[in-house]
């Protein structure tokens, strides 16, 4: 099996995730992965694969690969409690989508005014991986540039 590529879904800084606030994601209870501060406001999909689910405030989608990687992008944080406001699902659950196509936006000025961080945690939650995840030690990254891969040979 080939190396398994995680192309980053956004554009931005990248934060550790044992650095950020939200200790469900600095504990890596969804599992590994690090958090991006965006400087665009739209979510593009990761690799090739389906779009699997978007959370029901719009704040997080999740994407499985065709080799059953799933990752989880979960805009800001604690932005479950604007119940949608600032969030645009482009892309519908269930879809196929490509690399780089976007699939969510977000406002992140309308974030800032109501009080939250537009920080990203960009998270693998399989519990079992036929490899060695892989992330990449870059400060910034655009959607262009790989975020994190799995070994698998």
Not at 37 to 48: E, G, M, R, T
Not at 80 to 91: E, K, P, Q, T
Not at 126 to 146: D, M, W
Request: with cysteine; aromatic share 8%; net charge positive.
């Amino acid at each position: 099996m080939e190396d398994i590529t995680i192309y980053s879904p956004l554009q931005g800084k990248i934060v550790p995730l044992e650095k950020i606030a939200d200790q469900r994601f600095s504990n890596l209870h969804f599992g590994p992965g690090v958090a991006i501060l965006p400087h665009k406001n739209s979510v593009c999909a990761p690799f090739d694969g389906m779009l699997l689910g978007v959370a029901k405030n719009r704040h997080g989608v999740w994407f499985r690969s065709p080799e059953g990687i799933e990752v989880l992008v979960h805009v800001g944080l604690d932005t479950v409690f604007l119940n949608g406001a600032g969030f645009s699902i482009i892309v519908e659950p269930g879809t196929h989508v490509i690399r780089g196509q976007v699939v969510l936006e977000f406002d992140r000025r309308y974030l800032r005014r109501q009080g939250y961080s537009s920080l990203t945690p960009v998270v693998v939650t399989n519990t079992e991986l036929p490899g060695e995840l892989h992330i990449t030690k870059r400060r910034r990254i655009g959607t262009e540039q790989v975020l994190m891969y799995v070994s698998c040979s």
